[in-house]
């Protein structure tokens, strides 16, 4: 067990795609509310009902995208090792992170917050009800579609390919491409270079 945990996965550097991974969950979580209508929200009546709704899709893409360009500070720390452990804590924080803001915005759009005097506590009280009910069950329904999209458009490191050196000559065709590990010594020899 403790080696499934210590397995390495795909990890995404490129803004571009954490950018469409980030739209694409969005999307669904937002087609999930539209059309499936989980959590009595069928009842929810507003004119704006669907665009409401989508609203939901587009906080927690947006909080899915900062979390993504801060996990990168993570997986340098880690000397680029990111592992399946990374990849389960790294979707608990996202989900923690997420849910402040969708409950403010359920509160907001849905509850009508400012026109109700709730204290902190029944606030409080609402989100963790929120959380356990709402926002878990919508999270792990994500949560398949989270793992295949981060793992199509992510990539596993190779550490041979990442201690590569390119040495380039004067005239056309002279390149060398070296393990760093392979290099013993560079001297200078008039005209020349011996590697």
Do not use: C
Not at 159 to 179: D, S, V
Request: charged share 20%; hydrophobic share 45%.
């Amino acid at each position: 067990m403790i080696k499934f945990f210590n397995k390495k996965v795909p990890f995404n550097l490129d803004l571009k795609n954490q950018f469409l991974i980030a739209i694409l969950l969005g999307s669904i979580l937002a087609l999930v509310l539209i059309f499936l209508e989980p959590f009595d929200t069928d009842g929810f009546e507003s004119d704006n009902k669907y665009l409401i709704f989508t609203g939901f899709g587009i906080v927690f893409s947006t909080f899915y995208l900062m979390n993504s360009r801060l996990e990168i500070l993570w997986f340098n720390s880690l000397n680029k090792n990111w592992q399946v452990k990374h990849e389960i804590f790294a979707f608990v924080i996202l989900v923690l992170i997420s849910s402040i803001p969708i409950h403010f915005y359920n509160q907001v759009f849905l509850n009508e917050l400012f026109s109700h005097n709730y204290t902190t506590y029944e606030y409080v009280k609402h989100g963790t009800w929120f959380f356990r009910n709402s926002l878990m069950p919508i999270m792990l329904l994500l949560l398949p579609f989270y793992l295949y999209l981060r793992n199509k458009f992510g990539t596993l490191p190779n550490a041979k390919e990442q201690k590569k050196t390119e040495i380039f000559g004067a005239n056309k065709g002279e390149k060398l491409k070296l393990q760093e590990n392979q290099i013993l010594f560079v001297k200078s020899s008039e005209n020349y270079v011996e590697i």
